[in-house]
């Protein structure tokens, strides 16, 4: 799997000028996670209580008195305290995303665990972990991406075996959420699917769950462990505002009522930019009909957000009806780049002046096109598994 490469760009510090895009609940967020992990990566300096040095020779037993006793006995509480930390946080990854689970591993100076995973013959899975986790605080990072049920099975069979192999607490990092969209009955003899996998992944044995842009809020409820929802905004924030486009040329979109919400947030954060919404009727599953523009956008700059992008038949008729009425760019942002077809021919058809999604689902080669940026979401994954592992807030970081 080619390794994505993030735009020099996104490196650029936000603009102080009122005039453009900032965000300063983001900005520092490389900055904190940076120190956050030089701070458990160096190893602190102790006092060892003094030692004899050998005569011929021979070693001699140290002297362990009412004066050495207190430093003999901090210098054994650093070094089981520098132990306890390289040891008992553990990170192992499934395969449905193996490159961001590398790549958040780096960030946070550590390795990933050894774990064998293989399917037989007939495509059952079989999971092995090739390293003790007895005691352990175990994150294991596994999307449920496509195909959905393969990588949902998979993350239930790890869960599963680090139970078996007495982790002390086992949390299921799922950087994109599948079958979140079945939340409600909106019709008769419809499933909840949603409640279904929250049910499946609790039964399994997992202890609480860390999931980004979860596609909507009561999702998490269906849970019965805790779920630390992890926002992707603030990297795509830092991204946009790298942009320096004007602020009273911005306006935010949300591609349908139920996104008004996000769009709003997200709208607060780029300098309290202007809120458009599209109001459309979906005649099927993955078939969209737009029917009318609620807000001015007329020769302004228009920002599409939205969870994910599947067939981009909402967001692609949204994005014409924006060309329509005078828009002048439109740009696309999302979290989770789904990507099924016909995605990326609407997507690449010249409506978008840039599409810009996380990598939560590996992009393939063969899915990238030129106005397609992938950012990635290792900085703010990794911090969000230190805070939990030190049970330290989570929210604080999208204040």
């Given amino acids: 799997m080619a390794s994505l ?16 895009l900032f965000s300063s609940s983001c900005s520092s967020l490389r900055l904190r996670h940076t120190a956050f992990v030089t701070k458990r990566t160096r190893l602190p300096s102790y006092v060892n209580c003094e030692i004899n040095k050998p005569v011929d020779e021979k070693p001699i037993i140290p002297i362990i008195n009412d004066e050495t006793l207190s430093a003999f006995l901090q210098a054994k509480r650093l070094q089981n305290a520098v132990k306890s930390n390289s040891t008992k946080l ?11 689970s590398q790549e958040t591993a780096c960030n946070m100076g550590l390795e990933l665990g050894k774990i064998n995973i293989k399917r037989f013959a007939d495509g059952e899975i079989y999971v092995q972990l090739q390293e003790s986790v007895r005691g352990c605080d175990v994150f294991l990072i596994q999307p449920t991406c496509p195909p959905a049920n393969e990588n949902l099975m998979e993350l239930l069979v790890m869960v599963d075996a680090c139970r078996r192999a007495s982790a002390k607490r086992i949390t299921a990092v799922i950087p ?24 499946m992944i609790t039964k399994a044995g997992a202890d609480r769950v860390l999931a980004c842009d979860i596609h909507s809020g009561q999702s998490m409820g269906y849970f019965d462990i805790p779920v630390d929802h992890v926002y992707c905004q603030p990297v795509i924030l830092d991204y946009l505002a790298s942009k320096k486009i004007c602020s009273n040329d911005l306006v935010v979109v949300s591609p349908d009522v139920g996104g008004v919400a996000r769009a709003r947030a997200f709208a607060k954060k780029l300098s309290d930019a202007p809120l458009a919404i599209i109001d459309k009727r979906r005649q099927g599953h ?15 700059v228009a920002v599409m957000l939205d969870d994910m992008i599947d067939t981009a038949g909402t967001i692609a008729k949204g994005a014409a009806l924006l060309h329509d009425v005078g828009a002048r760019e439109v740009y696309a942002c999302c979290s989770h780049a789904v990507f099924s077809p016909p995605a990326l021919e609407r997507l690449s058809s010249g409506l978008f002046q840039e599409v810009i999604t996380t990598n939560t689902i590996p992009v393939m080669d063969k899915n990238y096109f030129p106005q397609l940026t992938v950012l990635s979401v290792a900085n703010l994954l990794g911090e969000t598994i230190w805070r939990v592992h030190d049970d330290s807030s989570v929210s604080s970081i999208f204040q």
């Fill in 176 to 199: 994109y959420f599948g079958y979140a969209r079945a939340d409600r009955k909106t019709q008769g003899r419809q499933s909840i699917a949603a409640k279904l996998v929250a049910n």
């Fill in 5 to 20: 490469t993030l735009p020099s760009s996104y490196s650029t510090s936000l603009s102080s000028s009122s005039t453009c």
């Fill in 90 to 100: 553990k990170i192992f990854s499934g395969t449905a995303n193996p490159s961001l």
């Fill in 286 to 300: 993955n078939l969209a009909e737009v029917m009318n523009l609620i807000g001015d956008v007329k020769g302004k």
